[in-house]
Each structure stands twice: as C-alpha cells, then as structure tokens.
C-alpha cells in the first residue's frame, strides 16, 4: 500500500517481505529499547502480540538441568510495549492492537481499546474453528472508540489487507 515498514520481530521462520527493514530481536527487552528507539515518525504503530506476558526474575547463566520435583520461577509482569507506545510523547497517528480472545471477546477487545488508550483494536475469536491459530483463514472484528469493522472470514494475507484499509481510513479521518 505504499507504506514504509520497519518489522521489529524476533525468532521466526517466516521471511521479510520485500522492501520492509526488519530489526531482529530475541527477548521482550530488546523488542521493548527497539520499538521507542524506532518510533519517531512513525504514523502507525501495530502491536501484532504480546510479546509475553511476564518475565523471569533471574535469568539462568546456563542450562537449567532436569532435577527431581519441581522448578520454582518467580515471574513478575513484563513492559507492556503497547501501552508504553500509546502513551509516549512520539506516539504514533493510530496505534493499533490485537485482542485474541475465547471468549466475550468484545468485552474483552473494547476494555484493552480503553485501557491501553488505543485507536483500533483487532478482536478475533480464537475458539473458533477453522479460523485463527493453526488455520489458513481468519477473522476479524475491529473497533475504535466509535465505529466496528468486520473483515469477514477469508485468507489471512486478504484479512491482514482488510484491516490495513480500516487503519488507512482511520489514518484518513484524524487528519
């Protein structure tokens, strides 16, 4: 669509799409300094997934061995980019992130759309079948603070090209 990309990504197998500069990363940290470090400018900001949802509060030097009984972890809650970016003096036009829910997924997808102070938030429905996780196809349910999108159920590439037109049109209408 015209855009300039930067895809901030950790380990995965899918390639870089043409044109788009891609910063590699490996923990929630990294993705946390790279995102703010890339933001200025920026229009858009998708959040695609939480990175994770806590952290570990001591990082192992080495391999942890198997032992008998259990593994004791203390976790405690990891920056949350998303909200971070939201409310960041460089933030973005729009800020768009994702709600993959099991259920009330509306409920759910409007309170983070508030909570986190976002423009869009893409609800999907990860119970259902055939569409989501695992699957080809997928579906999407958008909203703002005043309007609901579908994109219907179709491909992901024809669902992600959906959701870019609503973010455009959104783009559209605040300036």
Not at 78 to 85: A, K, Q, R, Y
Not at 93 to 104: I, L, R, S
Not at 110 to 130: F, M, P, S, T, W
């Amino acid at each position: 669509m015209g855009a300039e990309v930067t895809l901030i990504a950790g380990p995965g197998a899918l390639c870089t799409p043409f044109n788009v500069n891609r910063i590699n990363v490996r923990s929630a940290a990294q993705m946390h300094t790279a995102v703010l470090k890339a933001l200025s400018g920026q229009d858009v900001y998708i959040g695609a997934a939480a990175v994770a949802d806590f952290t570990p509060t001591n990082k192992a030097e080495q391999k942890i061995k198997k032992t008998e009984g259990c593994l004791d972890l203390d976790l405690v809650p990891t920056v949350d980019i998303l909200s971070e970016v939201a409310a960041h003096a460089l933030r973005p036009k729009c800020v768009v992130g994702f709600a993959a829910e099991t259920e009330q997924v509306e409920h759910y997808a409007r309170g983070k759309l508030e909570r986190k102070n976002l423009d869009l938030i893409a609800a999907n429905h990860v119970a259902g079948i055939g569409i989501g996780f695992e699957s080809e196809d997928n579906a999407l349910t958008v909203f703002s603070k005043t309007e609901r999108f579908e994109t219907g159920k179709d491909t992901k590439y024809q669902v992600a090209a959906a959701l870019l037109r609503i973010i455009a049109k959104q783009l559209e209408s605040t300036s």
